[in-house]
């Protein structure tokens, strides 16, 4: 192996390095755990590419380029008629067929990974019915590496390996090689925009340019395919951690006849298919979006980090978007991988939703908290607090409970962790499931309240009832305070209907005196252009996240303030495609594709998300109604490949602006949560249920309800300053402590010693006497493990 010594390019360092469209037609992998590469598909070209882990892009794109030599010149993502479909039902492989607009020539692409190794391979076969054409026709290929994650700082060289010319890069700890089954009879690395081969050749249809290394900058490699022997070859790109691992990799798969490769990639996604329940009858697709759902869901696992599940594999907007962006969606958030893990054990898959167990026990805080989202080897991206994605992990681990599919692992300190901070943090969420706002929110109350309820029920299990009845009776504070908190009677966006959920009630963490005067509160909303109006009354702005208060088994389907808030939703949010019915996230969202079409940086207009769709089919199963609209309207935005996007677009047809009404704007496609929410829609359907609700949470609440203690709580982030007549005061500290109390402003004094339970929370229970026989309770901390005094009087008013 050698690098071939000669001229470097010109035009160092090259443009500033962009990502590339977020709207995909095709994501793969090899299922076999030892094939560590990834890569996507759009408008007929491969896209980023992933290795080693599901986290870490290493490729912008990769096609080719096609020049008669004289008349013409096409690039296959601008110039040619694309089509795009799956190679079986279960695997993740693509045969696209690019074709000359004018049917001169076509150009057909099988696009799989090796199956056991880093090398994405391409069987490609150019083809003609002119002799004449065919023979001018000339192949190059394209190859725009961002190796560790980035675009800028690549280094790219002509290299001879086993006496073939081949091409590579390098960047870091990073290798990437390539070469075909017939030869390269020209190579050249260039500068993106000034000497890489599409500029080259776009100039005159002719290859000028032939340097052997572009170092240090934005890169490009190009290479002239030689068909003087066949037309038909399959083209091969391989990563390593050095160079030699990389030009190993890609000539051990080369050696093997693609035929074999597809023939084994096949067997292991039908294997992987054959364990899963046959939900197909439950569609209207003739399972085809059902099939892709669980492999895409299976694909988005990483390989090194057992359990852990991306989002996406894809960059929302990427072509807006530079080296600074490093997120996109391949992260785990655990709200999203929740969401896939329980999908996949609704479709019959136990063990990739265990292994998604293990992996967040593994990545909880010491706090019993989580980050925002994070990497695959646990290192976090973003540090938002949201109460939501402290409860779904809980929440999975009571289904495989339910499952009886916890094998030999016990959860239960990882829930009993979940449990303690969201009685510790809540009620306040600093961002809800949106992302953007803080405060009451019902989506994130309704996950917490069921997630506390099946903590409750593990703990009898273990036949902890103490600390069972204390969790419990939080989450009846909760429940108790929704509508407190969440509903206003004030509301003004349909005539006829006052009292409907809010999307939230704005209040900051940690305030100790919230106002949670909600007909009042501005909501302050992100992601709008200067000069726009971004704040709002509260009360006036809604979502569909109160649906999961009926999801759970919180709220019942008829329950007069959800059914109006139906109608709120309906005459705000809803928008009727050709697809079928679907909804925005809430009015004056500002996260979606601009007015104008252009991508999303900073601000837009908030599209509809097909997501929602199945969550109001939810709804309607839960209230006898039929699922088909709601099923028929997520096959229909799904692509004939069987992708689902983040955002459809929510307007007429713009041809000028590629944007068709129901179709995919340039947001992430695939959402791995839209498709856990269809095939869990599926499943439900097949069951006559909803599956995500929870019977232990139905009975509590929707049940008939057993005498239960009326709770306030004042806790150190929210110092509650009113109470009802006849409800028990529960005091949280820090610490232990000794609660000196009085009703009769200081006339007689009591002293009450905090008890600490399994969760490591001190708390002090005031009698129900207390707040019956007074208008005013009066208390301070004694500080029992410091001595010492609060030096401050706190004061609950009874109502």
């Known amino acids: 192996m050698q690098q071939v010594i000669g001229k470097e390019a010109f035009g160092k360092p090259g443009i500033e390095p962009r990502w590339t469209h977020s709207n995909k037609t095709g994501v793969g992998t090899a299922y076999s755990a030892s094939s560590h590469l990834w890569f996507t598909i759009w408008n007929g070209i491969v896209t980023e590419v992933y290795h080693p882990t599901v986290d870490r892009p290493q490729l912008r794109d990769l096609q080719y380029l096609v020049t008669d030599g004289h008349t013409f010149f096409h690039e296959e993502k601008r110039d040619l008629t694309v089509s795009t479909e799956r190679i079986s039902d279960h695997a993740l492989g693509y045969r696209v067929v690019n074709a000359d607009p004018e049917e001169r020539y076509t150009l057909t692409k099988e696009v799989i990974v090796d199956p056991h190794l880093p090398c994405l391979l391409q069987r490609t076969m150019l083809k003609s019915r002119n ?81 052997e290394i572009a170092s240090d900058g934005n890169v490009a490699l190009t290479g002239e395919l030689d068909l003087s022997e066949t037309r038909e070859f399959t083209l091969g790109l391989a990563f390593g951690d050095s160079e030699q691992r990389a030009v190993a990799n890609l000539f ?120 925002q989202n994070f990497w695959v080897n646990g290192e976090a991206y973003l540090h938002g607090i949201q109460l939501d994605e402290v409860a779904f992990p809980m929440l999975l681990a009571w289904r495989l409970r339910r499952e009886k599919a916890l ?165 705000v949010l809803k928008t009727d495609t050709p697809a079928g019915p679907a909804w925005h996230r809430y009015n004056h969202d500002g996260y979606g594709q601009q007015a104008p079409g252009e991508p999303f940086t900073k601000y837009g207009v908030g599209r509809i998300w097909p997501l929602l769709a199945g969550e109001r089919g939810h709804y309607e199963l839960a209230a006898g109604r039929s699922t088909e609209p709601y099923i028929r309207a997520m096959e229909g935005f799904a692509s004939n490949t069987g992708l689902l996007p983040e955002q459809s677009w929510d307007e007429a047809d713009r041809p000028e602006i590629h944007m068709w009404l129901g179709k995919p704007t340039g947001s992430a496609m695939p959402l791995m949560w839209a498709h856990a ?96 026989a007074s208008t005013i309770i009066r208390f301070t901390f004694f500080w029992t493990q410091t001595s010492c005094w609060e030096e401050k009087d706190y004061i ?4």
């Open 131 to 211: 002799r004449k054409l065919l023979a001018d026709l000339k192949l190059f290929t394209l190859c725009a590496p961002h190796l560790e994650t980035g675009g800028a700082g690549n280094c790219g060289y002509v290299a001879v390996a086993n006496g073939q010319r081949i091409l590579m890069a390098k960047k870091g700890s990073k290798w990437m090689a390539m070469a075909a089954t017939v030869p390269f009879s020209r190579l050249s690395c260039g500068y993106v925009g000034a000497s890489d081969g599409w500029t080259d050749l776009h100039e005159d249809f002719s290859m000028d340019w032939e340097f």
């Open 252 to 371: 051990q798969s080369l050696a093997t006849p693609f035929e074999k490769h597809l023939d084994r990639y096949k067997r292991q996604w039908d294997e992987a298919a054959s364990h899963l329940k046959p939900l197909k009858g439950a569609s209207f697709d003739k399972g085809n979006l059902y099939n892709n759902s669980c492999s895409l869901l299976l694909a988005h696992e990483d390989k090194s980090f057992a359990g852990a599940l991306v989002a996406s594999l894809a960059i929302p907007w990427g072509e807006a978007k530079g080296d600074n962006d490093h997120g996109g969606y391949h992260l785990v958030w655990t709200r999203d991988m929740v969401n896939s893990a329980t999908a996949l054990l609704a479709a019959g898959d136990t063990a990739t939703p265990l292994r998604a167990l293990i992996y967040l026990a593994v990545a909880q805080h010491a706090d019993g908290g989580f980050a």
């Open 796 to 799: 609950v008013t009874i109502q």
């Open 677 to 772: 929410e269809y095939i869990k829609l599926l499943r439900s359907t097949a069951d006559g249920k909803v599956y995500d609700a929870i019977p232990e949470v139905a009975r509590r609440y929707l049940g008939k309800r057993s005498r239960r203690k009326r709770l306030e709580v004042w806790k150190p982030n929210r110092h509650v300053r009113f109470m009802q007549h006849g409800e028990i005061l529960r005091v949280h500290g820090n610490a232990p402590f000794v609660l000196h109390w009085s009703d009769d402003n200081w006339q007689s004094v009591h002293d009450t010693h905090s008890t600490r339970n399994a969760l490591q929370i001190d708390y002090a229970d005031l009698p129900e006497s207390a707040s019956s």
């Open 407 to 571: 094998a030999d692992f016990d959860p239960s300190n990882m829930v009993l962790n979940g449990a303690a901070y969201l009685i510790r943090n809540g009620p306040v969420t600093q961002q809800e499931r949106w992302e953007e706002a803080s405060g009451y929110s019902p989506s994130t109350l309704a996950s917490n309240i069921a997630a506390l309820i099946c903590a409750s029920a593990m703990c009898r299990d273990k036949s902890d009832e103490e600390t069972a009845n204390f969790i419990e009776e939080y989450a009846d504070y909760l429940e108790s305070h929704i509508e407190t908190w969440t509903v206003t009677r004030t509301g003004s966006l349909l005539d006829g209907v006052s009292t409907y959920y809010m999307r939230i009630l704005p209040e900051q963490i940690g305030q100790p005196h919230p106002g949670e005067d909600k007909e009042l509160r501005m909501l302050h909303i992100a992601n709008h252009a200067p000069g726009e109006p971004c704040d709002f009354p509260a009360r006036n702005v809604v979502d569909g996240g109160f649906l999961e208060l009926v999801r759970y088994g919180i709220r019942r389907v008829d329950d007069p303030i959800i059914v109006d808030t139906i109608k709120v939703i309906d005459a």
